[in-house]
């Protein structure tokens, strides 16, 4: 059998261990297109703060571990997949026939179409050589204004500011994390990161960039021109499926997967940021570029591809924030469901919020904010799918009580 993996993040790397633990005579190619060993993205953040040498974003780290688990590295783009004749062709010109793919090409980071996006001072932060750039630029005292708060974007924001530059963001929406935090949720994250001397702009987009030598002006939707030395492009995501044309594989705005991470072609699967799978609760295709979410769906189209039966459960949305010291959680429906019963508790003065959500006696969502005690409870009631009986009302009255409830109800049900 030989299977041949395009992408070598950690959706691709934790296929191909999986495939070789299930199929110890299995031929297993590992592609990917950057010039660095098989790295997480997640780890760029502690890279630019200093916490971690570059060597740390690796995803494994011992000597010859790819070798020794027989799996071929090689470092070219997939141009084509013919799904018909079962081969990929490489940048390089290799052609590699297969009789299992899966693609685990992840996302690219979204050009916003803004007049002057293409100075040289103005960069994304996805890559390794973007994390470079940054380091080499954002130097303590730079002014650097950042394009988008999303959940990312809430990730690199902690990082710019711990490296002491003089950060202004702009987002879009009417709150920072807005497609991941309740309204209030996200202003409150926005007030504190304002307490902490970051400037945010909200309901604001750039206009235009334009280069004065080294200085930069962002001109804002509001009216507003801020001056900079840098600007980081956090302006969300998009899977990397261009070059999927003509394979037949059905693709939305990712790839259109089953539950067990087959796409329309049966003999190509798919796992991570690539994939629009199906919702834990609404059962319908939605992208979710998280990377839990990618270990997970790698591992059950691994087990799949090498004869196994395994269905995924579909992917929920885990989102845990570290917003300048101030921790911020959400987790599956966390905006609610048609028919649901939902309950917030807002404590402006001391940064904290919970929301619980609710369809009939299950939680289906929930948001937080400093929160950090048992906060997987919550994961743990909705992964669970856990009925709450008389909790529920008792969680309507105190949302506070949510460990008491998991300890009962999930014990009870056990
Ligand atoms: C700064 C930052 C912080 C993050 N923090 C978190 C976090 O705290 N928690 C969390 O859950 N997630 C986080 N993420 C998201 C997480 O990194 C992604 O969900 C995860 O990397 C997805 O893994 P993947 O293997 O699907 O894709 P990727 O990690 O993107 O890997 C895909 C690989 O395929 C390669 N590739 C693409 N196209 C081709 C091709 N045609 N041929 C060959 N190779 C190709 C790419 O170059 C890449 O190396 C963060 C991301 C960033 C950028």
Known sequence: MKHVIIGNGPAGVVAAEALRRTDPAAEIVLVGDENAPPYSRMAIPYLLTGNIGEEGTYLRRDAGHYEKLKIRLIIARADKVDGKARSVTLSNGEKLPYDRLLIATGSHPLRPAIPGIDSPNVHPCWTLADARAIAAKAKPGARVVQLGAGFIGSIILQALAARGVKLTVVEMGDRMVPRM???????????????????????????????????????????????????????????????????????????????????????????????EAAGFYSQQPQLNAIQPNAADQARIAAINMSGGQTAAQGSLAINVLDTLGLISTSFGQWQGVEGGEGVELVDEANFRYLSLQFKDDVLVGATSIGWTDHVGALRGLIQGRVRLGEWKTKLLQDPTQFMTAYLGAAQKAA
Not at 184 to 198: C, P, Q, S, T
Not at 211 to 240: F, H, W, Y
Request: charged share 20%; net charge positive; with cysteine.
């Open 181 to 275: 935090m309740t309204e209030k949720a996200g202003n409150l994250i926005r007030l504190w990161v304002e307490k902490k001397g970051v400037r945010v702009h909200v309901n604001a987009r750039a206009e235009a960039i334009k280069s004065t030598g080294a200085a930069m002006q962002v001109k804002l939707s509001n009216g507003q021109t801020i001056e900079c030395d840098l600007v980081i492009s956090a302006a969300g995501v998009r899977p990397n499926i261009a070059f999927l044309e003509g394979s037949g594989v059905k693709v939305s705005d990712g790839i259109l997967v089953n539950e067990r991470m087959q796409s329309s072609v049966p003999e190509i699967y798919a796992a991570g940021d690539v994939t």
